[in-house]
């Protein structure tokens, strides 16, 4: 028998661990699919969703005892007082200001979801892993000119008369935190319902457009829902608004133009507040809207095509791939991504 080839030595190979798989994506993912990574785990987009709705109620409970507080120490009364006042619907500037902070607070907290499931609070905000402020800037401005035409066209048709504006106690700091309070109040709630709730469902779903589809409709209803409207028009409005705004998060690749369209809204509608009584604010039982929000709808329509020509035009990314260039660990391949994903 002839001799085998001789042994070869050397100097011990250091040992190395198991690569773990990628927690991004290692092929062009839409924004509502991000979550579709060969690291990901079902269960990880789940616990984000539950984990979300328990920080959403939570940060809403504290701000708001905190608030009543706040408001008893502004004005003298008794806690009990304002609690009572508070459960009978009424008002006042500082809870809602406090309403819209505890609204804001979801921006972090949405961040730490994105960790939950494995990736850094930046992916949260668009493909590209961070916010693109100039995209977003440009954003805001399509919506403030469709939002101030409907005021316009609106106030023109009712007459100013219906809006009763007059100068009220302490309406100049109102309207500071108006301005100040209400971009973070709509940023909080894109990035937890069309970034957590709306990625969340998507990514569970594996065909493409369902997924996107999918996560669309249930982050709208919840949108829907948790406005507590009781009209009809109310409720269509809600409904809407979030499709569009899912619509705009899936077709520009993150949530700044849905959150740039939401802040302009809310910061158009709410600029007469601080002259106005607003004590029941949140009085959305039937009868308090009505067919004039179409008119709202179209506007705001209009600006969603107005804002996707110019993210085509402007080359805005609605897909990534951050670890494409991740070597192949043996992990099963992920699903095909269903054509062209990026303008």
């Given amino acids: 028998m002839p001799p085998g080839p001789p042994m070869q030595w050397g100097p011990p190979q250091p040992w190395q661990p198991t690569p ?37 109620f939570v940060s809403s409970l504290i701000v708001t005892i905190a608030a009543v507080f706040l408001e008893a120490a502004i004005t003298g009364g008794s806690v009990a007082d304002a609690f009572l006042a508070l459960s009978d619907g009424v008002i006042t500037p500082t809870i809602f200001l406090a309403n819209s902070v505890s609204l804001g607070v979801l921006v972090p907290l949405s961040f730490l979801l ?3 499931v494995g990736q850094k609070g930046g992916w949260i905000s668009s493909v590209m892993g961070r916010v693109r402020w100039a995209w977003l800037l440009k954003c805001f401005v399509v ?7 409907f005021i316009v066209i609106s106030t023109t048709v009712d007459g100013w008369d219906q809006m009763e504006l007059s100068a009220r106690p302490g309406w100049w700091w109102l309207l500071i935190g108006v301005i100040l309070v209400t971009p973070f109040q709509a940023a909080g709630e894109e990035y937890l319902i069309r970034g957590v709730l709306n990625r969340g469902v998507a990514s569970l779903i594996p ?6 589809v999918a ?38 690749g993150g949530l700044e133009a849905g959150v740039a369209m939401h802040a302009a809204n809310n910061l158009v509608a709410l600029a007469f ?19 004039a929000v179409l ?17 085509r035009r402007s080359g ?3 897909a990534a791939a951050p670890a494409a260039n991740a070597p192949d660990q043996g992990f099963p391949a992920p699903l095909p991504a269903g054509g062209p994903q990026s303008y």
């Fill in 295 to 311: 008119l709202q709808l179209v506007l705001l329509g209009v600006a969603g095509i107005v804002i996707v020509v110019m993210a």
């Fill in 273 to 291: 507040l601080p002259f106005q009584d607003i004590s029941d604010i949140f009085d959305r039982e039937a009868g308090t809207g009505g067919p």
């Fill in 215 to 252: 996560g669309a409709i249930v982050s709208s209803g919840v949108f829907m829902l948790l406005h507590g409207a009781g009209d009809i028009w109310l409720n269509i409005t809600y409904f809407t608004m979030g499709m569009l705004f899912s619509y705009l998060t899936w077709r520009t």
């Fill in 114 to 116: 994105s960790r939950v």
């Fill in 20 to 56: 773990k798989p990628p927690m991004l994506p290692v092929e062009p993912r839409e924004y509502p699919a991000f979550w579709r990574a060969p690291g990901i785990r079902a269960w990880r987009p789940i616990l984000a969703i539950v984990l979300g709705a328990i920080g959403f």
């Fill in 143 to 149: 919506s403030f000119i469709a939002v101030g035409a």
């Fill in 316 to 318: 805005v990314e609605r």
């Fill in 207 to 212: 065909p493409r457009v369902a997924g996107a």
